[in-house]
């Protein structure tokens, strides 16, 4: 354990919780949707393949492929030991509260990883042929990386305060960044996929990405990630869990 308070053994056992069972098999079969569509287009496609990429990656990939993947396995990373009480365990121990929520994150943001960097490497390789560059696709998956980090510290924070994290969070996914937030420019302040987006277009087309430099965006997303993880810590420190 750091003076952070990480814990190895807490992180290699929730991650490996994480990555067994049905649920991931099921969510690889999410991963791979972009992948079947970047092979479809390159069968068939007839616009430019940088467009298509920057259309399949701002609004295929972050708003939706990411955002469902990181919030299901991260809520489990908490609502899996609520349910069998395994918590209490792990509630009980010296591990500092900050340290124990920070390492339920870091496990749900590398399973989540582990999904999706393959899921946008490979789409982008066949969507763009001979015309992939490093560039276009490294900052796609960096807006991908963060935009998983932040999904994942939100749906940690759902998971400690309601024992239905992935509907508040499916429920989130759709009706503000799928709906209202496509509509009001505005409410692209509240969209964790919008922040992801801003990233990503500083290596491609942009399509349907906010106002907010890259470098903003990466700000919001830690501080977003940094709050998320403590507002679940005081949670856990304060709340008597079942």
């Known amino acids: 354990m750091t003076a952070l308070g990480f814990s190895g053994p807490v992180y ?39 467009i298509f990429w920057a ?63 393959p899921s ?22 960096v807006g991908v990386a963060l935009a998983a980090l932040g999904y994942c510290a939100a749906a940690v924070l759902l998971a400690m305060v309601s024992r239905r994290p992935v509907v508040l969070g499916v429920l989130y996914i759709l ?13 692209d302040r509240l969209s964790i996929a919008a922040y992801g987006r801003a990233i990503a277009v500083e290596g491609v087309v942009d399509v349907n990405a906010p106002d907010a430099s890259a470098a903003a965006a990466v700000v919001i997303l830690v501080v977003i990630t940094a709050a998320a993880t403590w507002l679940a810590a005081r949670r856990l420190t304060r709340t008597e869990l079942p």
């Open 120 to 141: 946008v490497l490979v789409s982008g390789v066949i969507a763009l042929g001979d015309r992939a560059t490093a560039e276009m696709l490294v900052w796609p998956l």
């Open 55 to 117: 259309r399949l990656a701002q609004r295929l990939v972050i708003p939706t492929v990411t955002a469902f993947i990181a919030v299901v396995i991260a809520a489990g990373a908490i609502g899996d030991e609520r349910e069998d009480g395994t918590i209490l365990y792990l509630a009980s121990t010296p591990l500092p509260r900050l340290g124990l929520i920070g390492t339920k994150v870091l496990a749900a943001w590398t399973a989540s990883m582990i999904l999706l960097a």
């Open 12 to 50: 290699r056992l929730t991650l490996r919780s994480l990555l067994d069972g049905r649920r991931v098999l099921a969510l690889a079969g999410l991963a791979l949707v972009p992948v079947f569509a970047a092979v479809v287009f390159a069968t068939a496609g007839d616009i430019d393949p940088r």
């Open 175 to 187: 009706l503000w960044e799928g709906s209202i937030a496509t509509f009001a420019a505005s409410a």
